[in-house]
């Protein structure tokens, strides 16, 4: 097989490598021990699936077993998935009496119960917070997420966000850890919070949400107030009636960035702080500073104009409830977004056609610009550049407004806010991936993607071709937690993408072939272990993974030759 042939020092190999002459000793061994263990597995498979030592007598008994195996497997992974998302998530039911009591017709109570979940009621590890299946008699009756659990705490190590020699922001680097357990830093916190089918009462947030998510589904006659100490950006709410959302002094989701000095921003104040709907009845959103009610709006999905879209119901329609000139205001949403990285963040109609507008008179000032300079000449045939002055274009600005540095379709300003945010979520996500919490890793790196693709292509902007935010170590980074979930084929297509973007970004090709590797799609990652291991050929572990795969492919070839 040509990828064990030997050659020269000064003949560069398959995929530029270098010389392999001296592998081929080790790689005989390898072999030979891999053929061994395969063996002992074919075995046991044989026993398990009652074949009495016979192989399939068919090629489609043999595919047969191949999808049994996959589905098996992919069940396994499921199971591990959902044992693990178990172990961070506290779920509390009946807090307040059984659905039964109150859920259609609100009674009047004697007496109105209020409700505490601190840190002493939640168990080790628990922080996902969920909030299901009870009613109360009327929204006297409380429940309280106290600010008790913002001291909610997981360990790291204190250097974990540092960089890395040459591997700088990803999350992937090795952690030096004091085992002394004084080289510690922690952060606080909800990760998140779930309420479900839950009735008839008040639920006030006073914690930090460490996402800013909170997530509200099947409910009715609720009263949710998120107050000044809560973080609480951007909520989801589903198939609910009679839902009321007070924000009381609560917190813009870009307040966290806020420096010392700084004014507060409330919530409202950033165009990310949003309230997605669909399927729901007479919701009241109302913005409440100093007790003093500021801004109210009622969304409400038949009269907002929620319509049937193909096989989708009017209840799946979705709308969204923002600050608007300073006011709320629902809408309809008109683009999708995504949380691939693919598509941009979700647009109302009238977010869709200000992009629209702003990019027209972006382009048009970049025609101006050029035109600004022209080559005329002299009365002696020689050339000269005539530049129209900064102070002639703002006099020529229409809308009398300063002119700010443009970048293709933005102004520098918006740039830069987008770029902080993805900043932010990186370091969250590189936060979780370190502390284990892989799933949680990929959805702040999908948000980090859903924000970063808003920002012009590096193309057609002046920042001398360079990407505004390395959006390939955020691929990277998400294809190391696909590696980790084991979502071979979603790993394989993020280092991909990493790579498109910074072909010499050697985590992400080093990370494609292993992806590759472990779908068995060895001489496909053949090539991409070869660069990785050209571009750092120091690196002991990528050294092993291309022997791995020099040996599978030894052995694919040997079963061939049979």
């Known amino acids: 097989m040509t990828a064990m042939t030997k050659s020269s020092a000064s003949t560069p190999g398959i995929a530029g490598r270098t010389n392999y002459a001296d592998w081929d000793r080790k790689a005989s061994a390898l072999v030979e021990n891999f053929d061994e263990e395969e063996r002992e597995e074919i075995a046991k498979e044989k026993v398990a699936l009652g074949l009495d030592g016979k192989y399939a007598r068919s090629q489609s008994e043999a595919e047969e077993r191949k999808k049994s195996d996959k589905a098996a497997d992919l069940?396994?992974?499921?199971?591990?998935y959902k044992e693990r998302e178990n172990q961070v998530m506290q779920t509390f039911t009946g807090l307040l009496g059984p659905v039964e009591q109150g859920k259609d017709d609100e009674s009047k109570a004697a007496e109105s119960q209020v409700i505490r979940i601190t840190r002493n009621i939640v168990d080790a590890g628990k922080r996902v917070i969920s909030i299901a299946d009870t009613s109360g008699c009327s929204v006297k009756d409380k429940i309280v997420l106290t600010q008790d659990l913002s001291h909610l705490e997981s360990k790291m190590a204190a250097n974990a966000m540092m960089p890395?020699?040459?591997?700088?922001?990803?999350?992937?680097?090795?952690?030096?850890?004091?085992?002394s357990g004084s080289n510690q830093r922690s952060i606080f916190g909800v990760i998140k919070a779930f309420i479900s089918n839950v009735h008839n009462c008040t639920i006030i947030v006073k914690c930090k949400i460490i996402t800013g998510t909170l997530e509200i589904h099947n409910c009715s006659n609720v009263v949710i107030r998120i107050e000044s100490d809560a973080?609480?950006?951007?909520?989801?709410?589903?198939?609910?009636?009679?839902?009321t959302v007070q924000f009381c002094d609560a917190p813009s989701g870009k307040n966290a960035a806020t420096l010392p000095g700084h004014k507060k921003m409330y919530w409202g104040e950033d165009k990310d702080d949003r309230i997605f709907h669909a399927g729901v009845k007479g919701m009241r959103v109302s913005l409440i500073r100093d007790d003093f009610v500021e801004s109210e709006v009622t969304a409400d999905y038949l009269k907002d104009g929620a319509v049937a879209v193909g096989n989708a119901t009017p209840e799946e329609f979705q709308f969204v409830t923002s600050v608007v000139d300073g006011k709320l205001f629902t809408e309809k949403i008109e683009r999708a977004g995504s949380t691939t990285g693919q598509n941009a963040r979700a647009m109302t109609e009238r977010e869709v056609k200000e992009q629209t507008a702003l990019r027209e008179k972006a382009a048009k000032m970049a025609i101006d610009k050029a035109?600004?300079?022209?080559?005329?000449?002299?009365?002696?045939g020689n050339e000269i550049k005539k530049k129209k002055s900064i102070e002639t274009a703002k006099e020529d600005d229409q809308d009398g407004g300063e002119v700010e540095e443009i970048y293709t379709s933005m102004r520098k300003d918006q740039i830069d806010a987008i770029v902080s945010e993805c900043e932010h979520n990186k370091a969250r996500g590189n936060e979780a991936f370190v502390a284990g919490e892989y799933a949680q890793a990929v959805l702040l790196y999908s948000l980090v993607l859903d924000k970063a693709a808003e920002l012009p292509d590096a193309s057609n902007n002046s920042s001398g071709g360079k990407n505004l935010f390395p959006r390939d170590i955020i691929y990277s980074n998400r294809a190391a937690c696909f590696l980790k979930l084991g979502e071979h084929e979603k790993a394989a297509n993020d280092a991909a993408?990493?790579?498109?973007?910074?072909?010499s970004n050697v985590k992400a090709c080093f990370r494609r072939g292993l992806a590759l590797h472990a779908a068995g799609r060895y001489q496909e990652a053949l090539p991409f272990l070869a660069k990785a291991e050209k571009l750092?050929?120091?690196?002991?572990?990528?050294?092993?993974?291309?022997?791995?795969c020099e040996v599978r492919l030894t052995q694919e070839h040997r079963k061939r030759m049979q």
Do not use: G, H, W
Request: net charge negative; glycine share 0%; aromatic share 4%.
């Open 75 to 80: 069940k396994k992974r499921l199971e591990k």
């Open 497 to 503: 993408s990493a790579m498109e973007i910074s072909p």
């Open 164 to 179: 890395a020699k040459k591997y700088k922001d990803d999350a992937e680097n090795d952690v030096q850890e004091d085992k």
């Open 231 to 243: 973080t609480v950006a951007t909520m989801q709410v589903d198939l609910s009636e009679n839902i």
């Open 536 to 548: 750092e050929p120091k690196n002991k572990q990528i050294k092993q993974a291309l022997q791995f």
């Open 371 to 380: 035109e600004a300079m022209i080559k005329i000449q002299d009365k002696d």
